[in-house]
């Protein structure tokens, strides 16, 4: 199991993130996605610890701990959900079909 860190200031290195992760154990990983068109970190990262007992202690003190003027998100990542390439439904079929207003927000 890994660890999602959110709201990750945007000058945040992956040695950072190994270096403050470290002080609550081992740290296998840590992965700082990046834009694929800037190259410029995406705001989270993924950190693998390891133990739980490790995981645990990491997200009990740094969830909600300010880190280079931001408040971090950290928890249990969820597991990456399977995207089929259906579109995920009602996407394809958007026209006809009549009146009555309203919003949707898509």
Not at 31 to 56: H, I, W, Y
Not at 84 to 98: E, L
């Amino acid at each position: 199991m890994s660890i999602y860190v959110g709201n990750l200031s945007f000058e945040v290195t992956q040695d950072d993130l190994t270096q403050v992760f470290s002080e609550y154990g081992t740290v296998k990983r840590a992965q700082l996605p990046t834009d694929r068109e800037t190259g410029r970190p995406r705001g989270f990262a993924f950190v693998e610890m390891g133990s739980e007992a490790e995981e645990a202690a990491a997200i009990e003190a740094l969830d909600g701990a300010e880190w280079m003027g931001r408040d971090l998100r950290v928890n249990k990542a969820k597991p990456r959900e399977e995207r089929g390439s259906s579109g995920g439904g009602s996407w394809g079929n958007r026209g006809g079909g009549g009146g009555g207003g309203g919003s949707r927000r898509y």
